[in-house]
């Protein structure tokens, strides 16, 4: 920490005191007071600092203790979208969605998609099926009838019933037309 802010030698340098970010007097001045706010909010192995303004000072009021996930998720270069007036990383947003990461850049950078929808729209190969009270994705029955991979779904795109799609068996040697 001291050496990203006050060492211009330091290789990170540029992107922390060379940006004005600053470590607060007390810790600067005072490591048993740094080390008394770690131990009392929540330091441990495998944790480091983090600023939750990015722009921020390091200080007891601007600071916490997190995993390598959460700190690569407070970057001042991530992808940031806001959706239902939350705002998140790309990466946290792909953790809530049925799509990647990069799915849902492409859906908005390339298809033209609103956030929400990048996010939470239809994908049009997903299609749901309910039999007997439940419910699940053609893939899924595919698996639970031991069908090959991708029949379910061909056979919806070729206007088969979903329910008969998923209750007619195979012929037997027979996968071109399953």
């Known amino acids: 920490m001291k050496q990203r802010c006050l060492n211009p030698n330091n290789h990170k340098y540029p992107r922390y005191g060379g940006r004005g970010i600053k470590i607060c007097d007390e810790w600067l001045n005072d490591f048993y007071a740094f080390n008394s706010w770690a131990l009392s909010h929540g330091y441990k ?33 991530n992808y940031r979208l806001t959706v239902d007036g939350q705002t998140r990383t790309l990466a946290e947003w792909a953790m809530k969605s049925r799509f990647t990461a990069s799915a849902i850049r492409a859906r908005i950078e390339i298809q033209g998609r609103s956030a929400y929808d990048a996010v939470y729209g239809d994908n049009p190969r997903l299609i749901f099926i309910t039999i007997d009270g439940q419910t699940k994705t053609a893939t899924e029955w595919n698996k639970i009838k031991g069908y090959r991979s991708g029949l379910v779904l061909s056979r919806i795109e070729r206007g088969w019933n979903p329910i008969q799609a998923v209750q007619t068996s195979p012929r037997k040697g027979n996968y071109r037309h399953g």
């Open 45 to 77: 192995k495998g944790l480091s600092i983090d600023r939750i303004k990015v722009n921020g000072d390091y200080g007891p009021d601007n600071c916490r203790w997190v995993s390598q996930k959460v700190q690569q998720n407070n970057r001042e270069n």
